[in-house]
Structure formats: C-alpha cells, structure tokens
C-alpha cells in the first residue's frame, strides 16, 4: 500500500523541502499540500490522506486545532507534528489534539520518513523523553476517573499497558516482559480495542488523565 501524504507548512520552501525528501521513498507519496490549517482540512476532505505532516504555527487556523478538525471528520487519519519549537506545551496539546506524532523539523531526514512509515502502521512516534513530559503535564491536571473498559483488560495487557506509557517500543517491552514483539503487538491491539482508542498516543493520554499507574 502506497502511504499517502498530506504536508501542511505555511512555508512554500519547508513543504517543498518536504516533497523532494519524500519523493524517492518507495511506497510513500505527497499527495497533497496546505499552507495554513483551513487548507489543511479542506484537502484532507479532499484527498483522504493516510498521514498530514502537520506544522503548528501556522496564519490563519493553526496546526492544533486543524489537527482536532480533520480527525473529527476522519477517525483514520494520522497527524505527524512538525515543529520547530521543542517545548512542553506544544508536545501535551499535539497529543490531546489526538496527534500520532511529534518530530522536530530539524530532526534528520531519516528519522522524519520513518516517523511517517510508523504513524502509518498505526503505532504512534513518542519518544521516552516526550512521555515524560507528558506525564508531568497530566500531573498538573484534574485527573478523571478510569473507564469502566479497563476491567476488561488482562493482566499482562495492563502489564503491556504500563510500559506504552512509559515509551518503550515493542522490542522493550518484550524484553522486559520476556515475550514475543509478536506476542506484544497482539496484547497491543487488543487492549486498544477494549479501551477503543486508535494508537499509543491515546493510550497515553488515557493513562495520565485518569491516573492509571500513579502508583
């Protein structure tokens, strides 16, 4: 399948920049461009990408909150967030925007195209350190009570579960639970399921927002 890519930059050079980056990688392609975030959810409508390259500070209607309108009108869609700013609001509000991703745009060209191959597979891009910013964002917050769904879950889905929220890629947790990486995407897939959330970065936001694993 080919991945198809909506980049949104109010820069013309940072998205042509963009396009040549990606236009010799197999199986990806720019399918389209925006250059505030009313464009941005107009040729999502348009083209249905399967990733947005979405840049933050944008004129007009800014990267967030045409993150929150494109997946309001397409749950499938994923948003990689382009920044040139590495700071703590910017991480928290992405991923409560319900953003996949967040890369720098300084990051190497390798590290942005397999951003873009991972939020298309479905997993989300949270470094450790990210994560731990988001924790003590969320601790600062009212934190509601967890959905009744977490009853459900296993014991080594809740095991799974914790180490998401910690960043620890599959690989990790499989060591550290001494499992298959086959065995803790199936434990995956299914705890997102019974929680009916689409990636890791909901995953996340779910745990620190009811303080799941305070303790």
């Not at 720098?104 to 590290?111: I, N």
């Not at 009744?148 to 499989?174: P, Q």
């Given at each position: 399948?080919?991945?198809?890519?909506?980049?949104?930059?109010?820069?013309?050079?940072?998205?042509?920049?963009?396009?040549?980056?990606?236009?010799?990688?197999?199986?990806?392609?720019?399918?389209?461009?925006?250059?505030?975030?009313?464009?941005?959810?107009?040729?999502?409508?348009?083209?249905?990408?399967?990733?947005?390259?979405?840049?933050?500070?944008?004129?007009?209607?800014?990267?967030?909150?045409?993150?929150?309108?494109?997946?309001?009108?397409?749950?499938?869609?994923?948003?990689?967030?382009?920044?040139?700013?590495?700071?703590?609001?910017?991480?928290?509000?992405?991923?409560?925007?319900?953003?996949?991703?967040?890369?720098?745009?300084?990051?190497?060209?390798?590290?942005?195209?397999?951003?873009?191959?991972?939020?298309?597979?479905?997993?989300?891009?949270?470094?450790?350190?990210?994560?731990?910013?988001?924790?003590?964002?969320?601790?600062?917050?009212?934190?509601?009570?967890?959905?009744?769904?977490?009853?459900?879950?296993?014991?080594?889905?809740?095991?799974?579960?914790?180490?998401?929220?910690?960043?620890?890629?599959?690989?990790?947790?499989?060591?550290?639970?001494?499992?298959s990486d086959t065995t803790v995407k199936t434990?995956?897939?299914?705890?997102?399921?019974?929680?009916?959330?689409?990636?890791?970065?909901?995953?996340?936001?779910?745990?620190?927002?009811?303080?799941?694993?305070?303790?």
């Amino acid at each position: 399948m080919t991945i198809r890519v909506l980049v949104v930059d109010d820069q013309a050079m940072v998205r042509a920049g963009f396009r040549l980056l990606l236009a010799d990688e197999p199986g990806i392609e720019v399918v389209a461009e925006a250059s505030n975030g009313f464009e941005a959810v107009d040729e999502a409508a348009r083209v249905r990408p399967h990733v947005v390259l979405m840049d933050i500070r944008m004129p007009e209607l800014d990267g967030l909150e045409a993150t929150r309108r494109i997946l309001a009108a397409d749950a499938s869609s994923r948003i990689l967030i382009l920044t040139t700013f590495d700071l703590d609001e910017y991480v928290y509000q992405a991923l409560s925007a319900g953003a996949s991703g967040f890369v720098l745009k300084d990051d190497p060209p390798e590290q942005l195209i397999a951003a873009v191959r991972t939020v298309a597979g479905g997993d989300a891009l949270l470094s450790p350190a990210i994560t731990r910013r988001v924790i003590q964002q969320f601790t600062r917050l009212h934190q509601q009570e967890p959905p009744a769904a977490v009853e459900a879950l296993t014991a080594r889905e809740m095991d799974v579960f914790r180490l998401i929220t910690k960043g620890y890629s599959n690989a990790e947790i499989g060591r550290e639970l001494f499992i298959s990486d086959t065995t803790v995407k199936t434990h995956v897939t299914r705890l997102l399921q019974k929680l009916d959330l689409r990636d890791r970065a909901q995953a996340i936001v779910l745990a620190y927002q009811t303080g799941l694993f305070d303790s």
